[in-house]
Structures are given as C-alpha cells and as structure tokens.
C-alpha cells in the first residue's frame, strides 16, 4: 500500500534503476533518474491496491495490455502491432486486432455469464524478422509494443488459453491463431 510520501527501495540498474517490493523482490517499477525527479514509473499489472480497511485488489495482467490496444488503436490509428520481450533471448509476437470488442459466453469460461474481450490474431515471429519489420518503411501501418519478460510470458500464456473458449474451428485463420484477450469492464472494478 503506498501513502502520499512512500519509500520505495531501489537496485542501482544502469541505465534505470529498479524499483521493488520491499517484501518479495518483485519489480513494480522504474525510476530513470531518482537523484534528479521525484517520480516513479510503476506498472499496473504489478501492483494491488487497497483502501484502508480493504482487502488488495489487482488483475490479470491481459487486462492492462487489452487497454494499452485500445490506447494505440485511438491515438496512434493502426491495429497490428509487434510485441518484443525485453530480455537477454529476444523473441516477439504479431498481434493484429480483428474486434475491439465483443461480448462472448462460452461454456469453456472459468465464469458463467457474458466476457467482455478483444478478438485479435496472433503468430510467433522471430526476432530477426521484427527487427526488419521494425525498419521496413512499408510497415508503418504497425505499432511497436516492449514488455517485461514476464509480462510477455503472461501475454503469451493468456492468447494461448484463450483459444480454448472459441469454437475448435475457428480457433486459426490462415497462419494466425485467434485468442480472446479480457477487458476491464466498468461495473466489475472495484474503486
């Protein structure tokens, strides 16, 4: 739980430094330069939030990425995207957004009752050919998307299980798989 002023431990990284859980090591964030701002970059999908009083509240880290989509699909007008992890084994994924959003049951679904998610298509792509992509002028019509490790690994795990509440033959088209990633949904966050 952070107060107005919290102290946040921090490794000395170079260039960033990391900022982390004082009671597991978990990063939850970056500082670039703590000498110099006062400020944090924190990621959501790490972090649990309560209010005094309540228990802790986080989500699935497919939530957070589903509204980064949708930022870029407003902002930046494209909707096919490469996702790289960062790490020291580079690897990336083509996602391509087929539904902003739809509404699904699916008796596969861990939960009864409608899901609001995103429809998008998605295949492996090797890290030599993202990074031709990347310079490719002909591929401006894609965004490019740096996740942790282990987000990717979380993104990757969810596209996956996804595929599962679909139909077996409408889980692929063509050299694309189909997952369904969830979405926040007003009424279901809790303040």
Known sequence: MFSQRTS??????TPSYQVSCTQCGSPLGTSDNPDAYDAY???????AISSAGTCPVSYPYEKWFTSHLLHCLESQGVRKFIVRRQ?????????????PSLT??????????PHQ??????QDC????????????QQLSE????VPEHEFQELISALKSSGLLLPEN????????????SQFVAERVRG
């Open 41 to 47: 970059r924190l990621r959501k999908p790490q972090l």
């Open 126 to 137: 090797e890290p030599g050919e993202a990074e031709s992509e990347k310079l490719n002028a």
């Open 117 to 122: 998610v995103m429809k998008v298509m998605w």
């Open 104 to 113: 699904i049951s699916s008796s596969a679904a861990e939960t009864n009752g």
């Open 8 to 13: 946040l431990p921090l490794s000395n990284e």
């Open 87 to 99: 790490s020291a084994q580079p690897a990336a994924v083509k996602i391509w957004v087929f539904s």
């Open 170 to 181: 409408a889980r692929s088209f063509q050299q694309w798989r189909v997952g369904l990633l």
């Open 143 to 146: 965004g490019d998307i740096d």
